[in-house]
């Protein structure tokens, strides 16, 4: 090959390369083009004097100025007056060559009406590397932070019920280990604020050493039966007194049925545990001068019933105005969020659909939240007895049982039981579940069996099981007790058979018992 083809041959190749590369760089200022036209945020280009040089189809959208409008005006178009400094110092820090990332602020659209807005601004340089000019991404955030705020608010209300109700929520991460407090459980319990370490070896210390045990077998059995979990316990508050606290909790299961969490309440007892406390060394007192006193010891231990009858009376009114709370305001409080949130979702999904995922977390955590509230207020107090009468609630109550309990129940209703009195539905419902408590903790049945019936006159709840029976000779405990003072305070009689095959529990009622009197100071069990 000569020289001239050479040269030849070497244009040829040069013109072909550089007609390559000017393809190439036309498709990519072509693709980035397309890009940034059909971005979901504003897009938008300025020289270093403010002057609007590129205005993006989003742009429109986000500001309500077409291209036409914008295209040659200054920036401050959409800058608020006293906002209008805030531009000085951008094209300050961009004739320097610094970026900016992620700046809120509130810019103007078309009509004066106000766009919360994230503005990421980075230097436009030419081809020798000097600054020309500015190239800004606005994202509308409005929506987003009416989201936060409403949450926000949400939060503000919950926390305060729970104060006001003086409850502490607790949740607790079973695969880590980790627990989380509400902000007023250090003061429910005593401490320093603080001072939680945020596990569950933390929150065993400060529990008395003979009652942890009871706390760690309760929280095993609620992990290992039917999730339900329940626990009295005493503790060593920070200026050295002891403190009785309950707690209420539920076992939480992923997708796949493992437990992978707890939640529920804690409050503080202390005050119920001292009357209990008073309650027992009143009945010593007594006891000790039965043998002198009979007649004064009959009239005390009058006293003594309608304490008692006052005290499970105040158990069953604070579980009621607890379980109200939660569902009535906390409950509420929640279905209008998840309303107000799910036409936010819907529009983000048409017009942002990467902002539509946080909208549809938080309508997830609402969700979660209420079911969880659900869960507490039911475990306290159940609606339905009070909305649908005593035959609908224990129609509830029993199924819940058996699902979570895999415990066989035959319930036989009787169907020409009406609405009772508030406080006959209230005592039979307590008995039912007490029973049944009882039988799947204690008697190791596989089924049982529940019937109420009633005629002209009276209420008859008996309720059965297959299991071991009760210890001979038999002595009841708190639960029984309890069973026992509801009926006689209704004027009604209590019947226990138990033996190898099982046990019976017969409560007969009068159906059209009067509401039990109390009197409205403070009842005298030493005199």
Not at 40 to 61: C, F, H, M, P, Q
Not at 239 to 247: H, I
Not at 339 to 363: D, M, R, Y
Not at 407 to 420: A, T, Y
Request: charged letters at 25%; proline letters at 3%; hydrophobic letters at 35%.
């Amino acid at each position: 090959m000569n020289m001239e083809n050479a040269r030849v041959l070497e244009t040829y190749v040069g013109s072909s390369m550089k007609h390559a590369e000017q393809k190439v760089a036309a498709e990519t200022s072509s693709r980035l083009a397309a890009i940034v036209q059909n971005s979901d945020d504003a897009i938008v280009a300025k020289d270093l004097n403010g002057i609007i040089t590129d205005w993006n189809s989003s742009a429109e959208r986000i500001f309500g100025y077409s291209a036409q409008e914008a295209l040659g005006k200054p920036i401050t178009l959409i800058i608020p007056p006293h906002l209008q400094d805030e531009e000085t110092e951008i094209l300050r820090r961009l004739r320097a060559g610094e970026r900016i990332d992620h700046f809120e602020t509130v810019r103007i659209a078309k009509g004066g009406r106000e766009v919360l807005v994230s503005l990421t601004i980075s230097p436009v340089k030419d081809s020798s590397g000097r600054i020309v000019g500015a190239s800004k991404i606005a994202r509308d955030i409005t929506r987003i932070k009416q989201v936060e705020q409403a949450l926000r608010e949400s939060e503000e209300r919950m926390r305060f019920c729970l104060e006001a109700a003086n409850i502490g929520t607790w949740d607790w991460d079973i695969k880590t280990g980790s627990i989380r407090w509400s902000e007023n459980m250090e003061q429910i319990h005593g401490q320093r604020l603080g001072s939680f370490g945020g596990n569950i070896e933390s929150f065993l210390e400060g529990i008395c050493i003979e009652d942890r045990p009871r706390v760690e077998q309760a929280v095993h059995q609620a992990i290992a039966g039917d999730g339900s979990y329940h626990v009295e316990y005493r503790l060593a508050k920070a200026d050295g007194t002891f403190g009785w606290m309950e707690a209420h909790g539920q076992v939480i299961y992923d997708s796949s049925g493992r437990p992978s969490k707890m939640m529920g309440v804690c409050r503080d007892i202390s005050e119920r545990k001292r009357s209990e406390e008073a309650l027992r060394e009143a009945h010593e007192q007594l006891d000790a001068k039965v043998n002198e006193r009979t007649a004064e010891l009959d009239r005390a231990q009058e006293r003594l019933r309608m304490l008692s009858a006052r005290l499970l009376q105040m158990q069953d009114d604070e579980r009621r105005r607890i379980a109200r709370e939660l569902h009535d305001s906390a409950g509420q409080i929640l279905v209008a969020l998840n309303l107000n949130l799910a036409p936010v979702e819907e529009e983000l999904q048409k017009n942002h659909p990467a902002l539509a995922g946080q909208v549809t977390e938080c309508l997830r955590l609402i969700e979660e939240l209420s079911r969880d509230l659900r869960t507490m207020s039911h475990l306290l107090h159940p609606p339905l007895l009070d909305e649908a009468g005593l035959l609908s609630a224990v129609r509830w109550y029993v199924e819940g049982f058996a699902e979570r309990s895999k415990i066989q129940v035959d319930l036989q209703l009787d169907p020409k039981i009406g609405r009772l009195p508030a406080e006959l539905e209230t005592a039979i419902f307590r008995i039912v579940q007490e029973c049944l408590t009882n039988i799947h903790r204690h008697s190791g049945s596989n089924s049982a069996s529940i019937l109420i019936t009633s005629d002209p006159h009276d209420v008859r709840v008996e309720i059965c099981d297959q299991g071991k029976g009760l210890p001979t000779p038999i002595r009841p405990g708190v639960g029984i007790q309890g069973m026992g003072e509801r009926v006689r305070q209704l004027g009604g009689h209590l019947e226990i058979e138990s033996g190898n095959s099982g046990t019976r529990v017969t409560a007969i009622v009068p159906a059209s018992t009067a509401s039990a009197k109390f009197p409205s100071g403070v009842v005298d069990v030493a005199s």
